[in-house]
């Protein structure tokens, strides 16, 4: 399973204790790059998970009908180490049974 994160604008940073973290999580950043939808626009997706109120509104439609799930996440910029870290807990907690559901 192939996971690709894009944003509705296009920001050239990735937040730094959002990429420690995710080493941590065994996630290999080594081909991260900062992403648009117009950028994976024409990706086949198996699902769409929008996080935030934005995308969701702003989210384009694909060529393909895709399932798509709406949440709701705090959005994180600038925010300390801590504050990302609980972010990430919520996401897997929530987000990994969406996505065991959907593949079964």
Not at 24 to 39: C, N, Y
């Amino acid at each position: 399973m192939n996971f690709i994160g894009a944003g509705l604008e296009n920001n050239n940073v990735i937040n730094e204790n959002a990429m420690k973290i995710l080493v941590e999580e065994g996630i290999d950043i080594s081909k991260l790059a900062p992403k648009t939808l117009q950028d994976v626009e024409e990706n086949d997706f198996d699902l769409i998970l929008t996080i935030c109120s934005h995308s969701k509104e702003m989210c384009p439609k694909f060529p393909k009908v895709v399932p798509t799930i709406h949440m709701e996440f705090p959005v994180i910029d600038n925010e300390n180490e801590a504050t990302c870290r609980a972010l990430v807990q919520k996401i897997k907690t929530q987000v990994k049974a969406i996505i065991l559901k959907s593949i079964q």
